[in-house]
Nanobody
Framework: QVQLVESGGGLVQPGGSLRLSCAAS????????MGWYRQAPGKQRELVAT???????NYAGSVQGRFTISRDNAKKTVYLQMNSLKPEDTAVYYC???????????WGQGSQVTVSS
């Protein structure tokens, strides 16, 4: 089973940037499509971005052009670079790994991102 450990969350001012990291262990990393989801207070969890093992990406419209998902297969790590952050980006961000064969999901522990003055 893959284990996902997130890091990089925190408090940032509007317009600022943060970079989230998610390190995978105990897995064959290239068998997973990786993604980031977020959940704001009182709202449902929503997809932010996904990236396949080959590097194909998909973004939610709300973050398109501001966020960039990437992965380093050698380091078995996925990143979310968040630029031009807005208060509405405030949420707990969760790393996701979806197995290509089984379709089962694994989740990171969640990282709080707060965008506020």
């Amino acid at each position: 089973q893959v284990q996902l450990v997130e890091s990089g969350g925190g408090l940032v001012q509007p317009g600022g940037s943060l970079r989230l990291s998610c390190a995978a262990s105990g897995s064959i990393f290239n068998l997973y499509t990786m993604g980031w989801y977020r959940q704001a207070p009182g709202k449902q969890r929503e997809l932010v971005a996904t990236i396949t093992s080959g590097g194909s990406t998909n973004y939610a419209g709300s973050v398109q052009g501001r966020f960039t998902i990437s992965r380093d297969n050698a380091k078995k790590t996925v990143y979310l670079q968040m630029n031009s952050l807005k208060p509405e980006d405030t949420a707990v961000y969760y790393c996701n790994a979806r197995h290509l064969i089984s379709g089962l999901d694994r989740w990171g522990q969640g990282s709080q991102v707060t965008v506020s003055s």
